[in-house]
């Protein structure tokens, strides 16, 4: 599995944290087949320039989430896609960015129909 992985160490979110979510994004677009080998976690430590904990952290929470299995001695290795919880998994990710908005607007005081103009906004620049 070749994926480009951008870290960043100036967005506040974890190392292991923006590996994690650019792997399994590669998975979720079918960058990474069923069964595919991850590159190994030494590798993938020495490319990105960080920690074999690093990854190894990363990688572990992927297998947490069912996303790949981790063979000792072999190495990582997707696992076949349950569209249905890849479903459930997006949608709780979903409801926890809209749980997040609302609790930014809510600072502001913003309505729920500004709230639901500015959802319609970022489908509709989406769409086009």
Do not use: C, W
Request: charged share 25%; net charge negative; aromatic share 4%.
């Amino acid at each position: 599995m070749r994926v480009d992985i951008v870290l960043s160490k100036t967005s506040g979110v974890p190392i292991y944290e923006q590996v994690k979510e650019q792997l399994k994004a590669a998975i979720l677009r079918g960058d990474a087949e069923e069964g595919e080998a991850l590159p190994s976690i030494r590798g993938l430590a020495r490319d990105l320039g960080v920690s074999v904990i690093t990854t190894t952290r990363a990688y572990s929470d992927l297998a947490a989430e069912g996303f790949v299995t981790n063979v000792p001695g072999k190495g990582s290795y997707v696992l076949p896609r349950n569209a249905e919880l890849v479903r459930e998994r997006v949608l709780l990710e979903v409801s926890e960015h809209f749980a997040d908005a609302v609790a930014k607007a809510r600072l502001v005081d913003l309505t729920p129909a500004e709230l639901h103009a500015a959802l319609d906004t970022v489908i509709e620049q989406e769409q086009s």
